[in-house]
């Protein structure tokens, strides 16, 4: 029988090939996107590679989006097993220059958007004492980086949530928790982070200027050359992803790649996947 996995954000890169490598590994997926003109991608795959997948509109940014999709879900299914919350945007901007309006929106899209998929799902995953949600973090959620504070800011919120959530949910209703953490990823986020960044076509020219060239420079070379394997594409990490999701006992944390390990290694070093730390939460504080 089929496991049912809900995934968000998949009308391209990640989302996207996360969804046909899921449906081509005994996988019902729903795939979920906030805009359904842009399912056109993923409708070619679904034909070409005759995949189980069905399409959903769902908008992580609206809590009725999520509940209708999900109930839609249960509708035609009567489970779900796996919840990946992928949607997310990237953004780079110094806290001086960002705006109310995009400070709420880095925030809502990253981070509550999360919270809302896990909250429309949990009560289903607990009544059928099994499930398993998987949270795309980012490299940027364990380190802080030059002009991504926000962006970083909200990545450690999914950290602390899932953190928590592991800490009580996994052991009294079997259902885990799971925060994949890529490095940088070859995909429209890349490209749609610098867009969002710019100011009528433009970086913001002030004193960050100097600082943000060399940052951006550096981007640009390690993209180019890819250098020490920064950037992996979509399917890689989507790989990493299933392998999760197929394990009995999957980690409470995991990065995609060696480069997103070493670069990370000074704050995961003592639990690298993060179960010591849930199972002694569990018995210190329960």
Known sequence: MKKIAVITGTSTGLGLEASVLFAKNNF?????????????????RIED?????????????????????????????????????????????????????????????????????????????????????????S??????????????????????YTESLASYVTKAFNINFTIVEPGGISSEFMKSAVAKTMIDGKMPLDEYTPIFDSYVAGARERASNNVKDVYQTPEQVAEVILNVAQ??????????????????????????DGTILRDRINEDLL
């Open 49 to 137: 590679e005759n995949l189980d997948i069905d399409i959903l509109q769902l908008d992580v940014t609206s809590t009725l989006s999520v509940n209708s999709a999900i109930e839609e879900v249960i509708k035609r299914s009567g489970k779900i097993d796996l919840l990946i919350n992928n949607a997310g945007a990237g953004f780079a901007k110094t806290t001086e220059q960002i705006t109310e309006d995009e400070m709420e929106w880095i925030t809502d899209l990253n981070y509550y958007g999360v919270v809302r998929g896990t909250k429309a799902v949990l009560p289903i995953m607990r009544k059928q004492n099994s499930g398993h949600i998987i949270n795309i973090s």
């Open 139 to 160: 490299v940027g959620g364990l380190v802080g980086q030059p002009f991504n504070e926000l962006y970083c800011a909200a990545k450690f919120a999914v950290e602390g």
């Open 28 to 44: 019902k997926v729903y795939a979920t996107m906030r805009n359904l003109e842009k399912s056109q991608a993923l409708k070619q």
């Open 247 to 272: 394990q009995d006992h999957p980690p409470v944390r995991i990065r995609t790649s060696k480069w997103a390990e070493d670069f990370c290694i000074l704050k995961t070093q003592a639990d690298p």
